[in-house]
């Protein structure tokens, strides 16, 4: 099929880290031993929390789900990642590249979301303790998830729905490690407008929203911390939260980094290193962060190791 002198493009071929080429190999294990822990780490919160009645709180309701986004975001991109490292030919086809599109942004604007969500959840907690298991009830949670989920579907489809009305011509070559909308948009043969559009609206919407959320959230925590009289008061009820904070501030800090800069600053290929970070190096890192600083998780798998050594006796 032709449009005027040029063929449809049914393939792309992802560039990749094509400026390391010499290293492929330990780059190959390199990520390989990052989505090990990230799969062991993210799957064994998972299980730790499902099996726990401890852990049944909102607080870790809203953990599991952000430890099954991590799980899911990273299984999008890793593995093809990892093949093209010992692939001489880095193809992926049409319908595979949208949708790698369509789930990678589905699952960082959930991520986001949640993120935010478990902000308002810590607000509750600390500033209206007395009607916490009220204003946070198991009904208003899976309403929370559900909206997390649906809304991220619809920004995902947006983006996915508006790459699938451009034509893609003889240029075929991704510029990236994976299937990434502005990469793609620089391919198009015909105007971006629109796309270009959609992505500022949405994109916008889920980091301006989440943001003012997550500041408002946690200037009232900081405040009702700063009221509390004893000095172990302070560390309980900053305890909470704390992993929280640290996970929110890699997350989008991170983004900040990648997207919040003047174009000379980064080029395409310093752009596409650094997103390594965002999508493939934080979902590592948030199971580990809930494990070695929060108590309850840590108490929770003590007691899961003690059954096991037990039976297994």
Not at 195 to 205: A, Y
């Amino acid at each position: 099929m032709e449009i005027g002198n040029s063929s449809l493009v049914t393939e792309f071929i992802l560039a990749g880290l094509t400026e390391y080429s010499k290293i492929k190999l330990p780059l190959f294990f390199f990520f390989l031993g990052i989505y090990i822990v990230t799969v062991a780490g993210n799957l064994g919160l998972l299980i730790l929390i499902g099996l726990n009645s401890p852990l049944h709180t909102p607080m870790y309701y809203f953990l599991f789900n952000l430890s099954f986004i991590d799980l899911c975001y990273s299984s999008v991109i890793t593995p093809k990642l990892l093949i093209n490292f010992v692939s001489t030919t880095n193809i992926i086809s049409y319908g595979g590249c949208m949708t790698q599109l369509f789930f990678s942004y589905f699952f960082v604007s959930a991520e986001c979301y949640v993120l935010m969500v478990m902000a308002y959840d810590r607000y509750v907690a600390i500033c209206r303790p007395l009607l916490y298991m009220v204003t946070m009830s198991p009904q208003v949670c899976s309403f929370l998830a559900a909206i997390v989920y649906v809304v991220a579907f619809i920004g995902a489809w947006a983006h996915t729905g508006c790459m699938l009305r451009l034509t893609f011509c003889n240029a075929n070559t991704i510029n990236h490690y994976m299937c990434e909308i502005l990469a793609l948009l620089e391919l198009s043969c015909t105007s971006t407008y629109i796309n270009e559009l959609v992505v500022f609206i949405i994109v916008g919407f889920a980091v301006g929203v989440s943001t003012l959320n997550i500041t408002v959230s946690y200037t009232f925590i900081i405040s009702s911390i700063l009221r509390i009289r004893s000095t172990e008061g302070r560390s309980k009820a900053f305890s909470t939260c704390s992993s929280h904070i640290i996970v929110v501030s890699i997350f989008f800090g991170s983004g900040a980094f990648m997207y919040l800069h003047p174009s000379s600053v980064l080029s395409m290929d310093q752009g596409k290193v650094s997103t390594l970070f965002y999508t493939i190096v934080i979902p590592m890192l948030n199971p580990l962060i809930y494990s070695f600083r929060n108590k309850e998780v840590k108490v929770a798998l003590k007691k899961s190791l003690s059954r096991k050594n037990i039976f297994l006796s």
